[in-house]
């Protein structure tokens, strides 16, 4: 009898698939197949955007079950015998263990934010398959793999932050590369982010009234937890929620009248409010606005991607775009410029690979793990549904009109703001649109104008409110726009928010080093100090977006793109070192894959945009143009004068130094990282600062859903504690 | 504990438990079903809870010195 038990591998459990389960995952893969198939053979006809969501869902689906299962048991060695941080040095606090699907919940909400709506949108410039494909393969294959290794790396060594790792594992020049990259690239992020803020609400009455009336509702939610309801959070979300839901819909009244004028606001303008706002919030006590906006926007984002994905099954849209666009392969779109290599990899960021991720996975949510095993469905599993909103997000801006599409995404400079000339720069692209067509797409949304209206959110907008037309029926296109930009301009505020303060611990933290009061983070100068250098850094990158004549978005995004997927770099260095030191080279192909092409795309776009000779990619080479220009005392367009002139020069050269260092410090990281490799495959293993096991007493399933067994197992833990037996 | 003998308890209908499933997922979500879990622990080991205004208190002031970042 004893023979026919399957034998249980050390190296995790070892289930033969039932014959059910066999039918089950051949039929997902068949209809996955066909969905790529359908995606790949379909030219010029008629393509439903429902392949795409297929093909993801199938996908995902493999992905998790088989590859995420295969790292978490052969490669990680997760091992549910050994206790946790969470469960060892649980305080109530940040060590504290959690429900997995509770977890799974904070662990998403912190990590999906504006990223994965933006990047894809301007990718589809580029055409529907290149994203598609690198959206679903990207986070298969790099960006879930990143997240999960990252969690779990960092798992086992008590929470430890990325810095702290790459410092400890790697040494102490690659930690302090590591260290200023972080802190720096954050600085990028929190202005690319503002500034696709600042883009969807200028000119724009009702989204500024809207958005505005979020910090009066944050704040009467703040006092309400605080005075007169403690701790009711979900009582006092559905009253912020109404109160949201009221501030859109009367948002729709207020134009054409005094306070709508008086609410159209220049994008200069906004950015000095957004700059203010972002010094009071970041160091206003954090229950009065922070909190509260935080369980707001937790709430509108998980909303939004149900809505949208019940949307997209009822509304069927068909896609609008070629599959891939000249743009992708002459490298002379509006958008953004360059060819697909590399430039499509660095748009999507967040959605296929996020570097960002990565200070997510080492901090908190490593603290409140319960069974090491659940770093797969955490780790893996977040970063799919992360990229299911990139997908969702590709497929709004792909079902939209073509003219519509290139008339809001390319810059003033180049549409000349009017319908007539928006019209007419369309029609050089080789797409067409009237500017009939223009005034008309504008007034169903109640917006003064959508020409010229980058950066991604009033696009996304655009698309979001034609599917749920489509799907809901009603007439609400202008709601629905709003609730869209509702939508992103409230995690964005909370992001730059919550990354406001993040960087003020972290400079605190570093100067504090030096000079021990000032990393007092209850020392108010040292707090509104640091608060006040980390405005300023994103303030100044964001204002010389805003003011850049040949469009922000067009000129800081690749920046933005670049630094996030060098920050991902640095993570999946951390992830090989650590697979080379634990002695686990058979399994270094793993994170060393993402990697290596992580570093190819990387590298190849830095050095375009730093050395390209071509004034469309390269910064200096643009500087250079204009300089030369500006020397013989002319003016070229898009610049309307010579000051506009000396602010391209200023710009462009910001932007080549900052992506030229960003670049180098990676190289340092990776250099420092291969000195290590070499003496770890040597030596066979290097000791690491992994915590020694301890064996685990808690009792916990794995999965979102729990086996029979798991059940039984975690019913007859629960009653030995009841009565009371020993530990 | 309460969660434990309700799981088996044979009567409850599906939609109840989904709905008792939902309630309990959004208050752990929020953080709502700590305070709970205070309380037991007090009534365990036989100390007076503080008042919840106190401790929601005491968890804000947490919250102010270990921020969390949110992803772009």
Redesign the interface.
Known sequence: MSTTTPVRRPDGPKRRMTPAGIAIWGGIAVLGAVCWTVLALSRGEEVSALWILFAALASYAIAYRFYARFITHRVLGADDTRATPAERLENG??FDVT?R??LF??HFA??????PLVGPVLAAQMGYLPGTIWIIVGVILAGAVQDMMVLFFSMRRDGKSLGQMVRDEIGVVGGTAALVAVFAIMII?LAV?ALVVVNALAESPWGVFSIGLTIPIALFMGFY??YLR?????ET?AIGVALLLLAIIVGGWIDDTGLGDALTLSHETLTVCLIVYGFIASVL???MLL?PR??LSTFMKVGVIVLLAFGLLLARPVLQNEDITSFALDGDGPVFSGKLFPFVFITI??GAL?G??A??SS??TPKMIAKETQVRMIGYGGMLMESFVAISALIAACVIDQGLYFAMNSPAGATGGDPGSAAEFVGTLGFSITPDALVQAAAAVQEPTLISRTGGAPTLAVGISSIFTDAFGGGLAAFWYHFAIMFEAL?IL??VD??T??G??MLQDTIGNFWPRFGD??WRPAAWGASAVVVAAWGYMLWVGVTDPLGGINQLFPLFGIS?QLLAAIALCLCVTLMLKHGKARWVWVPLVPLVWDLVVTMTASWQKVFSDDPAIGYFAQAGRYRDARDAGEVLAPAQDAGQMDQVITNSTTNGVLQLTFAVLVVVVVANAVVVWVKALRAGGLPTTEVPAQSSDLVAPSDFFATKEEKEAV?EW?QSR?TGSPR | MGAVAAHREPEVMPLQRAWRGLRWYVRELTGEGRWDEYVARCAAEGRRPMSRRDWERHRADQREHAPQSRCC
Do not use: K
């Open positions: 606090q940040d429900d699907r509770v919940g904070h912190a990590i999906a934010g504006a990223g992020i982010l937890l605080r403690p701790g009711r959070v979900s979300t006590p954090v229950w909190t935080d369980y960021a967040c996020s960002f991720h200070l997510i901090g908190t995690f909370t992001a919550a990354g303060r993040v003020r611990f983070t209850s996030n019913r629960e009841l």
